[in-house]
């Protein structure tokens, strides 16, 4: 497809390299000719100066011929006129805008047919998202939910001393009691697609999939206390920030926020009424110390620094916090941290990118299209859920006897209220759901594709 992105900030940027990769046609617009000189050279992609809310520079772009305008530039003003804009010169496209102010989510999602918006993104509202559903079901480093919610792959770290070091994975269900599948580890920064035969080991990620009370048997079983979260101590006091304590406030968890900017402590006060807001720099540890930081159920790291993020984690990790979440950027950091005790880690950037490439992979194949998909082991495979239509393959027959491509795990199959994870005999019948394991160098667009031809 023909896609025009407008922004070639840090969104902007892997959205070029995520759809450049997928055989896109990618056009990107900025107004900084160094910038776009940097992506040139690094992709294959047409360049062009200028506003991306101009007309001129627009019909300068071929805006009549292309099928998707994505408005990723750090204003959100621009991003929403030039979705207008580029509408009033092609019907047909369809608009994506990256809107990031609180006030103006709620209007454009309210106003989306007005300034015609076939899609609205918050990347910090998505973050938020994400580390509140962390620290409410507390226990694993990441989770993804499929089958509304029926079945999950999640991550978890191979501990010194874990029940899981050495364990063969045919072996895995004797372990941890429960019925769950081990569909990709990272080990060494190699990521593996396992077979039966596999030895985990200490220091592994693993990503396990499963039915969320078999996941969280699991965990009891290898013994991994899951602890309910009550109170949290976040740093950094931006817009994250605000969505996450809105959020957690609704469930009843209280929060407390520490920022070294008295004029957004202030306005935090007075947004946030029932959060605890302390003026302070969290460079300085004596800050946390006095703020007793071994005494919260949770520590989030989200100021606008990722080395000041990672080393504040680490000290939370020396304070014995339970659950640790740090917000990172530039997601290409989170493997030169793989090893570090700093718990979960978010990126907004890479939360927003996968959004948009979901909808623009579902453009181009609605029949067929994958439902969900979601990025784990570090961006090095990808987790797909699709629905078995009349025009799959191989219904009805047992997996044992399905030629499936390499690198390609089938890791569940709902049907109806009911999913499995699946062995040899089972089988998917019209109207089931699959998801579907895979390495990032094998694009799966459709459910077929997953098949040997």
């Known amino acids: 497809m023909r896609i025009l992105i407008a922004g070639a900030g840090k969104v902007g940027k892997a959205l070029t390299k995520e759809l450049s990769s997928e055989g896109h046609d990618i056009t990107l617009i900025d107004n900084s000719a160094r910038i776009l000189e940097d992506a040139m050279e690094k992709y294959d992609v047409i360049a062009l100066e200028g506003n991306s809310a101009s007309k001129t520079i627009l019909e300068e772009a071929n805006i009549k011929d292309m099928d998707v305008f994505i408005a990723a530039t750090n204003a959100d003003e621009v991003n929403l006129l030039s979705c207008l804009t580029a509408h009033v010169l092609n019907p047909d496209i369809h608009t994506i805008a990256r809107i990031r102010d609180p006030e103006y989510v709620e209007q454009a999602y309210m106003m989306r047919g007005i300034l015609s918006l076939s899609l609205v993104i918050n990347p910090e509202k998505q973050a938020a ?3 509140a559903r962390l620290l409410k079901y507390p226990g694993f480093l990441q989770r993804e939910s499929f089958a509304k919610a029926r079945v999950e792959i999640v991550e978890l770290k191979v501990n010194k001393g874990s029940k899981l070091a050495n364990v063969q994975l045919a072996k895995l269900p004797s372990v941890t009691r429960s019925q769950v599948l081990v569909c990709a580890v990272v080990r060494e920064r190699e990521t593996f697609m396992p077979d039966g035969d596999f030895v985990l080991k200490e220091g592994d990620r693993i990503f396990v999939t499963g039915h969320p009370q078999q996941l969280h ?9 899951n602890m309910p979260v009550n109170h949290v101590l976040v740093t950094g006091g931006g817009k994250i920030t605000y969505y996450l304590a809105e959020e957690l406030m609704k469930s009843g968890i209280s929060i407390s926020i520490i920022d070294n900017d008295m004029e957004k402590c202030e306005e935090l006060a007075g947004k946030l009424p029932n959060a605890t807001i302390i003026h302070g720099d969290v460079s300085d540890h004596s800050v946390l110390e006095s703020e007793e930081i071994g005494g919260y159920d949770a520590f989030v790291s989200m100021t606008g620094m990722d080395e000041l993020n990672i080393i504040t984690s680490l000290y939370a990790h020396l304070s014995k916090v339970p659950q640790i ?3 990172l950027g ?8 793989d090893n570090l005790p700093i718990g979960s880690i978010v990126c907004p950037k890479e939360l927003c990118t996968m959004h ?5 992979r579902a453009m181009q194949n609605k029949q067929g299209a994958a439902l969900t998909i979601h990025r784990i082991a570090d961006g090095h495979a990808e987790a797909i859920e699709f629905e078995v239509d009349e025009d799959t393959k191989y219904i009805g027959v047992p997996f044992k006897d399905v030629p499936t491509k390499k690198n390609v795990l089938i890791v569940s199959v709902g049907h109806g209220i009911h999913t499995e994870i699946p062995n040899g005999n089972s089988s998917f019948k019209k109207g089931d759901t699959v998801v579907v394991v895979t390495n990032s160098d094998t ?3 459709q459910l077929n594709d997953i098949f040997e031809e």
């Open 443 to 445: 694009i799966i667009h």
């Open 330 to 337: 530039r997601g290409e950091s989170a493997e030169m941290v």
């Open 129 to 131: 998202n994400e580390i």
């Open 217 to 225: 048997d699991m965990l009891t079983h290898i013994g991994v206390i």
């Open 356 to 360: 948009i490439v979901r909808y623009v």
């Open 325 to 327: 979440i740090t917000k």
